[in-house]
T-cell receptor
Framework: QKEVEQDPGPLSVPEGAIVSLNCTYS??????FMWYRQYSRKGPELLMY????GNKEDGRFTAQVDKSSKYISLFIRDSQPSDSATYLC???????????FGQGTRLTINP | EAQVTQNPRYLITVTGKKLTVTCSQN?????MSWYRQDPGLGLRQIYY???????DKGDVPEGYKVSRKEKRNFPLILESPSPNQTSLYFC????????????FGPGTRLTVL
């Protein structure tokens, strides 16, 4: 069993829809949770960063962490074609350098 | 512009021919690392370096070497590449974990025939 599970998709939605992307994990020691966005032929770039449980909002993006369920989510409101990318969740134990990544979900927003 | 650069961006080579992928960052980051990205497996760490002359293995170090002689550079060396090393490679840098976001390079697509 992988430490971090993420549905690879692909996921295709119409422009303006609310998108929900999710990851589950098995290691309860994870304390830092991140979402990276990766455009085609580019490296991943950090999109959202959350420590421990709770919600974090940044513009159209909301990250949620539910440690009791070992489940994290990224919501994209009013999705745009420019949001089309692969979204990777990543997690880290406090004090550790290693990031554990999910497989990534390929998302397409159709105009 | 703050960035991580990798060269080459694309490389096709043959089994056994030594190659080096260079990585350079201009942000004065102490921490650098290499990942490979494969379909269905996500990003897996190959090696990392906490500072000059300090390197350590990640999850998939077999068949790879690294060196960190200067703060800005962290080359990845494949002494005898094999087809199972065909992959997309990313270099990343940051200030020492946990502080600082990790910046990724644009990637190097390697094909070993």
């Amino acid at each position: 069993q992988k430490e971090v599970e993420q549905d690879p998709g692909p996921l295709s939605v119409p422009e303006g829809a609310i998108v929900s992307l999710n990851c589950t994990y098995s290691n309860s020691a994870f304390q830092y949770f991140m979402w990276y966005r990766q455009y085609s032929r580019k490296g991943p770039e950090l999109l959202m960063y959350t420590y421990s449980s709770g919600n974090k909002e940044d513009g159209r993006f909301t990250a949620q962490v539910d440690k009791s369920s070992k489940y994290i989510s990224l919501f994209i409101r009013d999705s745009q074609p420019s949001d089309s990318a692969t979204y990777l969740c990543a997690m880290r134990i406090q004090g550790a350098q290693k990031l554990v990544f999910g497989q990534g979900t390929r998302l397409t927003i159709n105009p | 512009e703050a960035q991580v650069t990798q060269n080459p961006r694309y490389l096709i080579t043959v089994t056994g021919k030594k190659l080096t992928v260079t990585c350079s960052q201009n942000m004065n980051h102490e921490y650098m690392s290499w990942y490979r990205q494969d379909p269905g497996l996500g990003l897996r760490q190959i090696y990392y370096s906490m500072n000059v002359e300090v390197t350590d293995k990640g999850d998939v170090p077999e068949g790879y070497k690294v060196s960190r002689k200067e703060k800005r550079n962290f080359p990845l060396i494949l002494e005898s590449p094999s087809p199972n090393q065909t992959s997309l490679y990313f270099c990343a840098s940051s200030f020492p974990p946990p502080r600082g976001r990790r910046f990724f390079g644009p990637g190097t697509r390697l094909t070993v025939l």
